[in-house]
Each structure stands twice: as C-alpha cells, then as structure tokens.
C-alpha cells in the first residue's frame, strides 16, 4: 500500500539545479536509499526464519522506501526552475550561471523535463549490483550496518554542500534516521551472535578443521610497513574468542607456479616451440578433414 | 613487486570446465579477490594518517591480489582439457558432456582460449561499483568485514560443489585466510573506536545536535509483522552507548506532499489545463519568436 | 507500508531450479516489475499536476511492487531443493541433472544461497536505464502500454515452459493483471488526447512552424523494399490528424559533408600533411617553450 | 552502402563545447538515434513475415544510421575549438570560460581528441540494454512509438538551449522526421490491428480463458488518492473491446506469505533454532567426511 | 541506403539453439561485428583529413554492418526451431535435450522470442565501453589491427564447435574477410608512418625532450623473471629507430610516498589522534553555528 | 610483495579539484593504468608457455599497478584542499570558484571524502570489458601496443590541460615510460613472427584452405569514396607476405536474403496471415488443453 504523504517535509527554501544534482548521490547512488531498500527486500525474501528478524527486514525496507520518494520529490523542486536556455550574454554578466551550466546533470532537464532520475550525481544509472542478500544473516546485517554508515557519512557531506534551511531540515531528519539504523543493525548482529545462530568467524557452522588452521590467526605482511606489528590484529586473542593471532613479518617463501597449460590447439593459443606449431597446424588440419 | 610464486598450492587433480565457470564468482564478483585487493588498495591511498592501519591495508591488498593469481592459475588449469567441439553422437552417449555444454562458460573458450577472466560466474565482467573507499576508517572496516563475510560464505559454499582434492586444497587455504581476515578487521574496528578516533554511529563528530534527535532511536513499524517489537532494538540502550531505543507500532502521519512542480513551459511537460498549455505554446512561440 | 500477504498464491508443486532463473527476467530484466515499479514511481514524482494520473501511477506502482514480492517468493521455494554438490556419478545415471547443472543461474546458489536475485535470466543486475520517466504524460503514458505489452508477452512464453501447476497459477494471475495494466494505459492515454493535455505529435505544443515542414509526413524508402509504398504511412491522412502522407521511393540527393575539422594540434589527431605535421609539433614546442 | 553526404545540412554557427556535450543525448543516450537504430534492425530481422513491416524497419533503420552520422558531425564541428589548456588567468578574466570547463565532456577531449563518441550526455557508454525486439510486431511499434516520442521531446528540449542557427536548422529537421515516424508507427500499429494479425491485449492469441478472468478489468487501488476512481481505467469498456472496467477501491486482503524456504544446511543460510543449526554442522561434517 | 540482400550465404543446415547463443559473440561482443561497424564510422566521422583513409573507414564500417545483418540472420534461423516447453520425461529421454537446455540463451527465447539479440554470448548487452576512436589515425588502425585479429581468433574458435555445414560456410566467408581486413590495416599503418604523418612513438610530435628519456627506453623488470633479459626488448635498437634499450634487472629504489592528505574536517575521514578529531568536531560545530 | 615507495614523485604545486577528475581518466578510463595492469596480469596467467614473454608480462603489469598508486596519489593531493560548501556569496567574487563546481567530480567529495576512486573522468566505474587476454600473443601484444599508443596520447593531451610543475613532472615521467613500453611490445610482437610461433594473419595456423580464399585479399569498396582504390591496401602485396591485393569498386550483387523464420506459435511473434495466427491460437489452446 502507498501513502500520498511524506515521513517528513521535503521543500527547498529556494531551487538549486546544481544541488539537485548532488542529492542523486543518496537516491541512486552505491549507497543510496534505492540500495537499502532494494537490499532489504531482497534480504526479507530470502529469510529463511519466519519471525523478528524478517520483521525488521520488511519495515525497514518499507521506510526506506519513502526516503527515496522524499528526495525524488526534494530534487523535482530544487529543479523547478531549472534554467533551459541560456546565451553568452546572460553569461558574461553572471558567474553563478557559469557554475549551473556546468554543475548540473544536464539529463535531469534532457531526459527528466526537470525532475529527480534513479542514477547517482555522476549520472550513472542505479544497478543491482549494490545488493547484497546472501541468506545468512550475520554477513548481511554486517552489509547492512556498512551501508547505513557509508550513506550517513555522505549525508553528512552534502549538509555541507548548501545552506538552504529546507533541505538541511530534511537532511537533518535522514541523519537521525541513519543513526538509529546503524544502531538497529548492530544491535541485530549482537542479537544473533547472543542466541547462537551465527557466530564469527562466517559461516560459522563450516567445520573449522577442513580449513588450514595453521594460517587461520596468522597476520602475515605483505608490504614493508613496519607499523602492522603493532596493531590488536598481529597478537592476542582473536575476536572470534577461537583462535590467537601471531605476526608473520615477511610472506614464507611460496610454492613455484604450475607449468602453464596447453589447451586444445584449436584454442590457437601461442606456444612455445614452431615445431609444435606445425605439429598443431598439421592436428588442426588432420580434424578438420576427418570432420 | 611480483614474485612468480604462489602462495599456496593451486593444481586440480583433473579438469573441470563447469567448475571453473563457479570458481570465478571469487574472482570477479561482487565479493570476489578483485574486489578486496582493488578496495583495500583505494583505502590505502585514501587514508588521512599514516602508520598501522594503512600498513595493514597495503598488507592486505598484496595478499588479495596474490590470491587473484591463485585462483586465475587454478582455472586455467581446470579448463586446459575443456571440450571444443562437439557432435550431437558424443551427447547421445555421454550426460556428463551435455551438463558441461550447459554449464560452462562459453566465453572462456571463445574470448580467453581456455583461460580465466575478470568477471564473474555469470560472465558480468567485474566494475568499480563494487569498491567502498570513503576515507572513513570505521565505515571502510564495517565494509572489509561484511566483504570477507560475503567471500567465506561463497568459497564455502563452492567448496561443497566439487570433490577435487586440488581444488578443495586450495578452498581450504583461503577459507583459513578469510577467517584470519575477518578477524583482523573486526580487531582493527575495534582498535579504532577504543582509540577515540571513530565511534558508532558514524560518522561521530557530525554534531549529533543538529539531527532530528526525536527520531534518532526510534524503531518505527511500517509493516504489519508484530514480532519487529521484540527485538532489542525496540528497547534498551542502543549500541552507540548514548541513546535508548523506542518501539513505534505505526508510522506517525505524515506531513502532505507539497504541489506538483510547474517547470519552465519548453521542458513539454504535462500540466493540468488545456488553456494552461495554450498559453505554454504562447510562450515558447513568444520567446522563439524573440530569440 | 508494507503488508506480510500476497496479492495472490505463489507456491511452486514441487522445486525447479532451471526455472527459477527463467522467472527471474520477469523480476530483474528490461520489462521485468522492479522495472515498472520503479518507472510508474519516478513518473509520479515527476509529475506535474495531482490528480487522477498521478494517483493511478502511485496505485499502479505499489501493486508491482507487490508483484516483484510474489515473483521472488516463488523464486526462491524453486529453489528450495537446489542441488548444491553434484558428482560424475549422479549425471551418469541421470540426464535430468546434467541439465539442472548447465540451466541454473550459479550465482543464486554462490552468492544468494538459494534465494532470488535483482537480475535478468542471464545474470545481469538490474539497472535504471530501463527507467522512462520525462515528465510528458502521453509519451510515458506510450512507454507503460509498450511495458505492459513486453512484459505479458514474456509471461506468456514463461506459461509455456513449465508444466508446474503452482507457477502457472501465478502466471495466470500476472497475465490478468498485465490485461488490465495495457487497457488501464490506452485509456489513460487516449483520455489525455481528448482532455487536449497532450496531442500526436508529441510534444503537441512545440510549434510546427520552427521545424521542416516539408519532410514531416514524408515516407522516404532508404532501403530497396517495395512493398514499403503499400502500408498506410505512405498515403492518405496521418494519424495526428494534421498531414497527410507522401511517398518518396528513393532518398534525395543529400548535401556534401562538412570539411574534416581540424582541433588544436595539442589533441595530436593526425592531419593531412606532414608540413602540417611539422607545423603542428613546432606549435606544440612553442606553447610549451611559453608555458 | 554507404554514401558520403549526409540528409540534410550539419554545421553550426560556431563552435560550443558545452552543447557538443548536450547533443550528446540524442546520438548515445537511451533514446539517442543510436538505440533507434538498432532497435528498428533488430525487428527486421527477428520479423517472422516478409513484405511492408519489415521492408519499413529495414528503411527507417537505415534512415536512423543517417541521423548518428548528421549528428556526429555536428558534434565534432562544435568542438573544433574546444579548449584545452587553461588558466587560472583566463578564467579570472571571462566566466564564460568558467563554464565551458565546467559544463564540457572532458573524455570528448581526453579520449575522442575533439570528437564525438557513443555515449549520453553524461558520459554513459550506449548500451544495447536500451533495445527491444520482441518479435511481435504491435509491442514492437508500439515501442517505437514511444521511442520517437521521447526522442521527439529531447530535441525540442535541447532546441532551447542554443540559439545557434545552424545547430537549431538541423534539429528541425530531425523534428519534422520525428512527426513523421511518430505518424508511421501509428499507422503501422493500427493497420496490424486492422488486419487482425495482432490485437490488445498482447499477445493477443494466449487463450484468455487461461487468465484469472476476474481481475483482467478491475482497477485496483493500491494508494490513497481518491482520484483514481474518477479515470476513464475504472469504468466503461475497455480499450481492448472485450472486457468492462471496474473499481475496487481498496485491495482485496491477500493470502498469507509461504513459510520461509529452508535449503541444503550447505549453503549456509541462517534459520531459526541453534539447535538445527548444530544439526546442520553436524550435517556438513557428516557430509564431508563421507566425500 | 539499406539493400535487403546479404554478401553471402547465411542459412543453417538444421537449427542449433546452442550454437545460436554462441554465434552472439562475434555479433554482440567486446569483438563482435557491432563494435567494428559502430568504431570505424567513430574514427571516420573524428577524422581530420579528407581523403583515402576516411574512405576505407567509411567503407570498412559499411561492410561491418553488413556482417552483424548476416549473422544475425543466420542466429534467428538456428533458433526456429528452439524447445519453448520441456517435460522431465522428454529429459530422461533424451540427453541432446539436456544440454539444449542448459545452453541456450535463454533471453532469446523469453525476451526476443527466437531471434538474434545485441548481446555477447554471456547476455551481456553490447556497450560501447569497446569502441576506440581518438582521432590520431596510427593509434586507431592499431586498435583496428588487433580487433580483426581478436574476432578472426574467435571466428576460427567458433568453426570448430559446429560441424553444420551452412554455418561453417558463412564462417569461411568472415574469416576470408578477416584476414582481408588485418592485411588492410597493417597496410594503412605501414602507409601513415612512410608518409610521414604519424611515427612510433605515437603521438609522434608530442616533444621527447619534455618526457623523462632517461627511462623511455629501460627494460626494467620487476618480477622475478629471469628471462625477461633475454628478449629484444631489454637490448639493441627499440622499433621506433630513435632509441637504444638498456636493461635495468631491480627497479631502482624509489622515492618516499608524500604524507596523506588531510581534507576538510567536514569530509569526516579519519584522522591520527582524538585531540585532532575533537578539534575537527570542534570545528564543524564552529562552521555550523556560522551558518 | 607492496613497497611503500613510489617510483617517481608525484606531489603537486597546488591543488586542483578539477584536474583531479580528469586524471580519473588515465587511472579507470579504458585505456587507464587499471586496464593495463589487469589486461598484462590476465595475459600472463592464460600464457601457455613459460619464459621471456610471460616473465615480460608479469614484469610489466607489476609495473602499471605502480602507476595506478602514483596516480591515486597524486589525485588524493589536488583533492585535499577542494571545496565543499559553496555560497553565492562566494560565487559571485570568483568565476575560478564558478568552474571548479561545475568541473569537479562530486563523488570524489561524496563517497570518497576528497579521494581517487577507480572510475575514469566522467565517474563511470572501470570495468572489465576493457580487458584483452585471448592466449594468442601476437593479437594479445598488438593489444598492448594499441593501449599504450591510447594511453600515451591521453597523457599527452592532459600534459596541456594544466601548467602545474609538480603535475607535468609525474606526466613526463609516464609519456617516457609509454614510449618504452610502446616499443617494448613492439618489439616483442616482431620477435614472435621472427621466431615463427604466430603469423600474420592471426591466427596463422588456420588452415586458409578452409577459408573463401577468392575474398581473402579484395579490397571491396562499400561506401562512394573514391580515393579508397589509391591505397596500398588496393593493389600490391598484402603484409601478411602471402596475398596480393585487388581492388572491387562496386560490392558483387549478394545473395537473397532467407525467408523469415517461423518459430513455435507459443513464442507469440507475429507472423503474416490472420488465418495462420487463428490456427496458431487453435494450436497454443491444443497444447495446454494437453499440458
């Protein structure tokens, strides 16, 4: 079911085209609101435990979805007066419509008529590549608290980008949102671990002894920064309460690489000898007659 | 600097075209090495401060690349016997060579000559969109750990679609490394927020005064599933360490929609009277006819 | 809001791995329902009156958001028995397997574990560039008839390639409902044309004064068919009530194409004559001598 | 064959990098004569009859090529004189220079050297994503319709935003092309349907007895806005001549959602009791130390 | 203009739903015959001299539209006859029927109805991300040389996965093209360089005193390969007859990497000590009350 | 193994938010350092003989990934100062302030905190389809040489588009290494004819007795372009040492085209007979009264 009306107010003090653009960024973005809820849903859909967590899943989706409407609807009216045409003239005599032209997404107008699209401030369109539901929900609360921390860092950088009192008031409503989210997701990730349905490290139910334990807590250093061994992750205990990391300087010395393959010589991939080569020339030959 | 070795063992026991199509989905996927070692790198030359964190990223990122190698070797080796050609006589004889018609990757054969490929299991070559890199260390963490997550959720799973030892081998040696891995970005988050330099909800020094501090931690119902008020993110104090949370069983009302927006009468938008277009072709008639 | 029901039943007999990544072209791809949930939504917020049209779009848009609801439930109980670890003794005795190996989509099973995903039947994610939204009621209003018609269409071809009795059910309902979508979009299209909103050609109220009319209801053959003279558009009155149709068997002689253009010698296209070249190399030298 | 003139006149007044980047839209984008192109080939040969449909797709496909060709080389005589360097003396001196930067196509420069490219005006790679070919031929006019009208309302748009003479001289031409293809697609849609080889609902031979009936005409409200019901979509006959519109005002209650899906413990999903989780461990040890 | 007659033969001798989806590479992908056509009428159209090179551009191109029209009619006809609806009967019956299945592109049936498609032969939508033109002729007839290479290889591939003679026989006819086409471009390459008009290193006339020379003609290895020394490019005179190679076997230390950046607080990055970021919050807060 | 060095210095003057997006270009556009990194390392892992040419590759890719840290380096210095909340104030004093708006990349400030991300410079993510790795060197080397030739004419142009010392110094150092990896390749593609392991045309040892050798040397003119016959590609030896080319003014008179195909009625295209589709309706309601 759709409601007509808004979680919260969307109107600009005054239209920006420039700023419309920027706001693309948590509508249509890696991280933007179409992501969490398209994530979300698809996460609700493939839960495989009917109860709280579905729960949670299904509204949070929900209201995400009424964010993406907010700011489709804040971007239509910093649009609005978008202007079309333009002439060096008005130019020469107006610095602040050199820095339009050049700062909107000139699709918006071409393509829109003025209105909000599902593509990112760059311009680039919205794909589900973003989504992350795997099914096991440790993984994908964790995604989730990613992504609420990841699309309030750049609400909180677009506050920066305007003071116009109307969209910071329903910036400042999103941030507050944001952290609650944040919160809720970690706290579900607790919850989890608490009641023993997942654990790290993920898949927690994996037997650990198919695994190659003896590089399992092993913090080997792959560059020459010196400043690895210092860190909680090269000795102590392991968050996972499992294992103890131990500090591993400099890589051992690896195992030499296969000799390279020699696929069919109908690939016609080069190899090493001309010999060879005639003798592949002669079996391509040989195949196709016998074709 | 490269080093023609491997880290690890990387040799089948016996050919496999249907499974090297699966093995690169961690390759080139949404979580596959490509993604962490081109991640890591980008956090890496994004980072504000010197020091352990970004040797660790640096670390890291050699390490990932290194297992793109490994499993780019491992393929090719799985497809050095793939079939070319083939004759409707062989299917009749042979399921097993119709399941791998089917099921290989047939770009692998005819793009790459029996080799591997930066692209996925269903053949979407690998992009950008995939990489996090925000400049915000505990962000950037929470996304390295859902990104080990994802990929030990995945090589788990493949490692339960082949019984080849050689390849089972390899699996268990990057299952040990993404556990160490998931391991160390959880101490690494740790390590930062007990360091005062990032706290939850991120990011922290946004002044929490200036969001919508009523609905900061409010667990707000909008979809009819009654158990979303039994978790504890309904109640109690939030992870944060600051708020507690409120349970909400239905969205508040809303506030209305503002008015539809009346762009400029030369974007061809529909508006809602037809003497109101009349007059909008007036005006573009108006001003072609001025410029 | 979200509501915990479906719009209809949409349980599967019995699971169907193969087809499960069929369905998912009619979630994830081109004319698939996150398709037309998403452009029936950004029309809406780009409309520019209230009123009937953008109340059926929000109506229309909510229920497809159902449908993608519906679809990646069925997805995922399909996928319920998937089959995860397969030997060469299993295909050997069972042609059934070979074809569930080579048909499924691999990354529901790696990266979704079981479950539905925002994509196409081949794999490719979800992207907004299916997305039509300009703000011009008549020519979105064309898009939704020429989606709905698509979209039944592949329905139709799905409804054939399952003899589940579950799917079908569910095929029979979207069938239904993309009757009525079709209908629902002519009448409201035809309804605008008599409203006077909007006219063939659209848009109606750019003057035809400013644009040739010479050649506007002209049917020129560009290529050697000749039954092209025979149709309907290359004679009689054209459908926008305005011109009446001609036809021209072959193109007119065009006009010369413009001069090659000749940039700055610093892009380093390459010109005609090497004099010019070695004009251009000095000019280069020069400019950098000055900078 | 290819001849080397071009339909009508292509050169503009002077040259206008910030435009070169705009016309852009309607050589690459989603609409752009590019997609219209390729779309109208695709029909010819996926058509399953000879004769006047297929002999007019061949002719306004090769018509559409022309188009890319006329707009191509506009695009490179607008950027003859595209800036290169630049400084911050210059910029101090002319904000016209100010947005040239800002508002140009920079890959039109770094990539192309002055030229045009086969991207939207926000840089985005044409992609065939955009194309239908469906193989019914009233989805597929139907589709052009709305292709020409789309494309129809860009040019108009970006006829607008310049005041060159030479650039608005082409695009009335394209303008007066689109009327006419607008009318030829109508009428070819309404001859199909007036030869009975097509009818709404497409497709128009699935049995409808095989269709939930019921729901076929009935326009369910999925929203709160009261106006829907007021629309020619929710009473009276509809388009298709068949059924009879009616109203229901709120959505019908749904059936209740499938139990969650429980798949193979191997793919790791998370369910709902530790204890089936411990059996699900046990379950993959005993699995693997079967294999 | 658009003749409806093909340059060759291009009819099957009996349909092969597999080889179809296979077929879709040389027309949809990354060297398929779309990119060829639509990057040589680019290079054509950003030429910058009249004359024999944009001529065989143009006709280059022409003749490249012309094969995605043979062999996109040569798919539709492998497709007559795809399986729409299949049983598991018929599939115990009859394994040929099982690798159909799992090797078909499934999307030309359900979106194309049994024809061709814009695709490569993973589904992937062709993208003009493949297309190369930057206006200096030595570089592009380059790009030119090896596309021809890549799709020969790839046609030569293809021949021998079928042994239908109809199709093996239009294969012949590209692959004659083929090698024509890499003759004619080695031919305009060798053509520029002794005219004078463009020289390795390409672009020729950028200044070599401006570059660093004393690495542009080091063979530095940085592997651990020993037999890069070997090669000759690590000593003798390099092709573009100017410079000498010299070989380095360890890259020379490099030099320090520049501290990390440290941006506006207001960016939120992470940064190296709490009392920085309580200052940084500090001084946002500073900023906030300004506003 | 990662060294904390860089090989060259790479510090700018000043900073310059603008350039910073266009260097974007030569990092993740499709000729970009990322590219050629990805395009050399898969060509070594697919290489199917040890030895120079693969120690080559490997040297050589270690090589670009070094370039790619340079460059985000650098982009990360011009970026540190770049603005982030802009007033018109501020505007109105300062056109400089007016381009840089307009010509940042915004997600550079957005996502990346004033960061380099893997995208070129219109902020399309890199993706993999830039990739060329077949196995057959001398087409894989032409490939490389392409791509330095493009990359080096792209540093080229963005040497001119700044005067900032500290920038042109990094530039020089890379056009240096272009030249030499222009040649290095160069080189190596001569050595590999030399030795005899592949010819021209590639792949050279498919048998040209299968191939329709009466067009393998024609040059055909497709387009009205007289000068093509004046080329070395009309007349005299063809490179590739085996051929002579002729010259065809006019395309030979093709062949008809096939007859339109006729797949299933159950695919619903529409074919020609109002009768042929009523028996098709008869037959569609056959088969599912049988289903």
């Given amino acids: 079911m759709h409601k007509q009306t808004l979680q919260y107010h969307a109107t600009p003090e005054k239209p920006d085209a420039v700023y419309a653009r920027k706001l693309q960024e948590v509508i249509g973005g890696q991280y933007g609101e179409i992501t969490v809820a398209m994530q979300y849903s698809f996460q609700a859909w493939n839960a495989h435990i009917p109860g709280k967590y579905r729960d949670l899943l299904f509204s949070t989706a929900a209201e995400e979805f009424g964010h993406v409407e907010m700011l489709a609807t804040m971007v239509a009216q910093l649009l609005e007066k978008a ?3 333009i002439t060096e003239d008005a130019l020469q005599d107006d610095p602040t419509v050199a820095a339009v032209i050049g700062g909107t997404d000139v699709q918006e107008a071409i393509a829109a008529g003025a209105g909000a699209r599902p593509v990112d401030s760059n311009g ?33 950088r677009l506050y920066h980008m305007t003071d116009d009192h109307g969209v910071r008031d329903l910036l400042s409503f999103l941030l507050a949102r944001d952290t609650h989210h944040q919160n809720q ?9 608490e009641s023993g349905l997942e654990e790290v490290p993920v898949p ?8 190659h334990q ?13 400043e690895m061994a210092s860190g909680p992750w090269a000795s102590g205990p392991a968050p996972d309460g ?5 500090y591993v300087p400099v890589p051992p010395e690896g195992v030499p690489m296969p000799p390279p393959t020699r696929p069919d010589a109908r ?4 190899t090493d000898m001309p010999n060879v080569m005639e003798k592949a020339a002669g079996t391509v030959q ?6």
């Fill in 214 to 226: 003896e590089v399992s807590y092993q913090a080997i250093n792959f560059s020459d920064g010196e």
């Fill in 204 to 211: 927690s139910n994996f037997p650990q002894s198919k695994e």
């Fill in 286 to 291: 040989d195949k196709l007659n016998k074709e």
């Fill in 83 to 85: 202007p079309l045409g």
């Fill in 267 to 270: 690939f016609y991939g080069t």
């Fill in 185 to 193: 997701w970690l706290a579900a990730a607790q919850e989890l671990q």
């Fill in 124 to 156: 680039n369109p919205w794909n589900a590549g973003y989504v992350t539901a795997s099914g096991n929900l440790l993984a994908d609360f964790t995604s989730n608290i990613n992504a609420e921390m990841q699309g309030r860092i750049q609400v909180a």
């Fill in 242 to 246: 499992i294992g103890e990391f131990t």
